[in-house]
């Protein structure tokens, strides 16, 4: 098993559409960021969501706070597992959205149109 995790990292922790919404509605509130593009982003995203572009993550990285949980968003739960793993290799505690906002959506949870308030 620690090949494993020497080869591809941590095991990363996948969360449910339900288990974030729980998440988000209890206690300490994650902060969930958005990994998507900005036109993908404004089509529909979860409220209060971040957007960093999987490609900006590596320089905005600052822009994150470490003591507070991070759960990673983008369509279907691949770039965000990404985002997840480097969040994860640099300190953070990060978890991915499972089949991500395709899965929110499925869900019926709500979505936010347009830029972020």
């Given at each position: 098993?620690?090949?494993?995790?020497?080869?591809?990292?941590?095991?990363?922790?996948n969360?449910?559409?339900?288990?974030?919404?729980?998440?988000?509605?209890?206690?300490?509130?994650?902060?969930?960021?958005?990994?998507?593009?900005?036109?993908?982003?404004?089509?529909?995203?979860?409220?209060?969501?971040?957007?960093?572009?999987?490609?900006?993550?590596?320089?905005?990285?600052?822009?994150?706070?470490?003591?507070?949980?991070?759960?990673?968003?983008?369509?279907?739960?691949?770039?965000?597992?990404?985002?997840?793993r480097?969040?994860?290799?640099?300190?953070?505690?990060?978890?991915?959205?499972?089949?991500?906002?395709?899965?929110?959506?499925?869900?019926?949870?709500?979505?936010?149109?347009?830029?972020?308030?």
């Amino acid at each position: 098993m620690e090949f494993f995790s020497r080869l591809f990292g941590p095991a990363l922790t996948n969360l449910s559409a339900a288990e974030v919404n729980e998440k988000l509605k209890n206690g300490k509130r994650p902060l969930v960021v958005d990994v998507r593009e900005p036109e993908e982003y404004r089509e529909g995203h979860i409220a209060g969501a971040k957007l960093i572009p999987l490609g900006e993550l590596g320089k905005r990285l600052k822009e994150l706070p470490t003591a507070r949980e991070i759960i990673c968003v983008c369509q279907t739960g691949s770039r965000s597992s990404s985002a997840t793993r480097k969040l994860v290799a640099a300190g953070y505690t990060a978890s991915n959205l499972k089949g991500g906002i395709l899965a929110w959506e499925r869900a019926r949870f709500p979505l936010k149109k347009g830029n972020a308030a």
